[in-house]
Every structure is written in structure tokens, then in C-alpha cells.
């Protein structure tokens, strides 16, 4: 792209009340959101903690590590209604709301699409490395969950996991996918991240697949964009760029008919950057600063990341945007409920 269209970006606080509850649900990370149905959308966060806000603090709080989920009927931010969904370990304590086969480690999630009343989540197996902090973890392997009917209340969903054979993790590499999902309704486009682990500081760029409607867990369907174009051979995915965080989004902004890419940098910088396509494996433009996240100013410890995208959720001129905070001190989290929940952001387009 020649140029970049003008772009302005302000704090949306009218959908920040709505991830602000008092009791329950008290913050996590991710916010990756699905549509279900015209007004209905499924959020899926990452590591949780349950307990009470008072005060401005956490209180009597639980970290549950994995995921929980919520249900949002309705998209009109004053008036939106969010109910907070976790597992149930032995029906006291509350749990991720997906674990995986065997008892060692957590799933967090990846982004997902509904196809008709199925649904499909992806899901990184995560283990602990026994490191103190808060990176002291791996990945093990990549997984889809199959929901057979999202329709019903997602306590009772019914769902199949799928191992994800494009998966790698050595010295060197890290090839994932699931961390971003478009679709034209014919294909649906899988995008993943490509970590050059042989370089300080990490070099980590996108990949992409598709595979056709109605054949995400036929594995032999997956076609891995590379630079002879479209093919089988998914070791060969073309990389773009350096600097993309682990979560993302990728999706069609009618206002500027353009693909863009939205996310945070992979060094965990302050910053939303964006990048532009004509297409949805692209080429992708260079990137594009677009907010500088203030909450690093609220704490010596403070950090932002996994900046994504919500198209259902924005005009066709707009992008409505959420981020994570956290810190690298568990004591700055407990003693500011503003931290560790979704911040919004929009972004607002002009040709």
C-alpha cells in the first residue's frame, strides 16, 4: 500500500463497564470474541480470577489458570448483557472452563468461528516449566475443539478435541495455528504465528491456511499460503513479518476495502500497530502505529499486549479493539481491578 488511510483512536469506556463485574468474573486476558448468532457472541478469555472487587481491589481472589468464556446478548453497549461461564471441580471450586485429556497443564485459547450451530474453538496446550514469574510456561501442542451445538447453554456443550498436526516446537522454531479466523463463507482462513527462536529478541511473523467450509477437522483439506501460493506443505508457510504478538486479529473493513491485521508487538511495547492487504494472505504492508496504551503509566510493573480486533461489534467505517494489561508483580493486579480486564479501544477510518 502507497498510503495508509487516517486513522483516529480513542478509549471506548462504554464497553469497558460491561467486563467490570463486582463478584465472579473478576478479570483475565485474551478476549478473543466470536458471533454465535445476529445478537449473540461468545468471549473467550485466558487465565481468570474469580473472587470480589472492592474498593478498587481484588479481594478473596482465585486464579483459575486456562480459560473461561461469556456469553454477550446483545451489542449495544449500554444495554449488552454478559453472563460469565467456568468449569466446576466437584461443583464448589470454580475451574477452566476447557481442560485437556490429561492432568498436566491448561488450554488457553486461541480465536474461533461458528459454522451453522458447530463451533470452532481453537486451543494451545500450555505446561508450567517451574519458573518463577509470570512466563514461567510452554506450549505442547495445538488442539480444535469441535462444539456440536452452541445454541444451548455452554454449560452443557458437548465437544470433540482434535489435535492439530501442524504444529512444531524445537530450539529453533515455533510454528502454531488458530490465533487469528476470517472467513468469506466459502473458505475459512487460519492464521498462525512463525517464532525464529534463533534470534534475541524473538523474531515471531504470521502464517496462513484455509480450508473450505464444512472441513475444519479434515486435516488433508488444509492449504498453507507460501511463496509459490496456495499448497500442502505447511513447513513452508510464507512469513510476514517480526513483530507480531502471540494473539491477533485479521479481518475486512469495508469502509477502506482493505484486509488489516491488528495486534500488539511481540516485545511487548505499549503500542496497537496494524498492517494492510489487499487480499487476506496479503502482501501485508509495513506496520502502522495507531495507540500508544497509557496503562504502563499506572504501575512500575505494567504491561500491554494481545491487541485484536471485534468487526461484529463495529460500523463499517470502525474497529472496535480490545487489549490486555497485566504486570510482572501479581500484588499490582490484586491491588488494581482496573488491570488484568479487557481496555477498548476504537479506531475510527477515513479514505
Not at 169 to 183: I, K, N, Q, T
Not at 185 to 190: E, L, P
Not at 267 to 293: K, M
Not at 314 to 330: K, M, Q, W
Request: contains cysteine.
Amino acid at each position: 500500500m502507497s498510503s495508509y488511510p487516517k486513522i483516529q483512536a480513542f478509549p471506548e469506556v462504554r464497553w469497558e463497564r460491561r467486563f467490570r463485574p463486582q463478584t465472579g468474573w473478576i478479570g483475565s486476558d485474551c478476549a478473543y470474541s466470536v458471533p454465535l448468532e445476529k445478537e449473540r457472541i461468545l468471549w473467550l478469555f485466558g487465565d481468570t480470577y474469580f473472587g470480589e472487587v472492592r474498593n478498587g481491589r481484588r479481594v478473596n481472589a482465585r486464579l483459575v489458570m486456562g480459560n473461561s468464556v461469556a456469553i454477550q446478548h446483545g451489542k449495544n453497549a449500554q444495554s449488552a448483557r454478559l453472563q460469565f461461564f467456568f468449569g466446576k471441580h466437584e461443583g464448589v471450586y470454580p475451574t477452566a472452563f476447557i481442560r485437556p485429556r490429561t492432568s498436566r497443564g491448561w488450554f488457553w485459547f486461541g480465536h474461533g468461528l461458528a459454522e451453522g450451530k458447530r463451533l470452532w474453538l481453537f486451543l494451545t496446550h500450555i505446561v508450567p516449566e517451574g519458573e518463577p514469574g509470570v512466563f514461567g510456561f510452554r506450549s505442547q501442542g495445538a488442539w480444535l475443539a469441535e462444539v456440536l451445538d452452541h445454541s444451548i447453554p455452554p454449560l452443557q456443550w458437548r465437544y470433540h478435541l482434535h489435535q492439530l498436526p501442524f504444529y512444531r516446537r524445537d530450539s529453533r522454531l515455533h510454528v502454531s495455528f488458530g490465533s487469528a479466523v476470517w472467513s468469506d463463507r466459502r473458505w475459512m482462513y487460519v492464521y498462525g504465528t512463525h517464532d525464529d527462536r534463533s534470534h534475541t529478541p524473538l523474531r515471531r511473523g504470521l502464517v496462513a491456511a484455509r480450508v473450505p467450509m464444512g472441513r475444519m477437522p479434515h486435516f488433508t483439506a488444509w492449504q498453507f499460503w507460501t511463496p509459490d501460493g496456495w499448497s500442502r506443505r505447511w513447513r513452508e508457510c510464507s512469513v510476514t513479518g517480526d513483530d507480531v504478538g502471540a494473539e491477533f486479529s485479521v479481518c475486512f473493513v469495508p469502509a477502506v476495502r482493505k484486509w488489516v491485521m491488528v495486534y500488539s508487538p511481540a516485545d511487548l511495547s505499549p503500542e496497537i500497530r496494524l498492517r494492510w492487504a489487499d487480499s487476506p494472505v496479503g502482501v501485508w504492508s509495513e506496520p502502522q502505529t495507531v495507540y500508544r496504551c497509557p496503562d504502563v503509566q499506572t504501575g512500575r510493573h505494567v504491561f500491554c499486549y494481545a491487541a485484536k480486533a471485534h468487526p461484529e461489534l463495529s460500523a463499517p467505517d470502525e474497529l472496535l479493539v480490545t487489549y490486555a494489561t497485566n504486570s510482572f508483580e501479581t500484588s499490582e493486579v490484586l491491588n488494581n481491578a482496573e488491570l488484568y480486564v479487557p481496555r477498548f479501544v476504537r479506531l475510527r477510518f477515513s479514505s
